[in-house]
């Protein structure tokens, strides 16, 4: 995975992590709310995070999961760990 990615393309690769792993409908834009519009339970959200970290060759701190509630803020995280040194 490239060092820099535009934000387009990682809101593509949250939507296909999505589909392929957690098996939700890949149709979702950045304010979609993780809990309250997809209904992941905690096993779909640690699937999701674990396979985020795989697809970006990224870590997540422990403290990322209580700032992510959408897609926006998935994606945000994912942005800046790309760009990070």
């Known amino acids: 995975m490239p060092i820099a990615m535009e934000r387009g393309r ?11 792993h957690v098996c939700i409908d890949a149709n ?9 519009d997809l209904k992941l339970d905690s096993v779909q959200q ?12 990224i870590c997540f701190d422990e403290g990322d999961e209580a ?3 959408t ?5 945000d995280i994912i942005s800046h ?3 990070a040194p």
């Open 71 to 75: 897609i926006g803020d998935v994606v």
């Open 10 to 20: 990682v809101l593509e690769n949250v939507r296909r992590v999505l589909e392929e």
């Open 28 to 36: 979702v834009q950045e304010e979609t709310d993780l809990f309250r």
């Open 46 to 57: 640690l699937t999701f995070i674990v396979e985020l970290e795989n697809a970006f060759e």
């Open 81 to 83: 760990r790309l760009s």
């Open 67 to 69: 700032k992510i509630r």
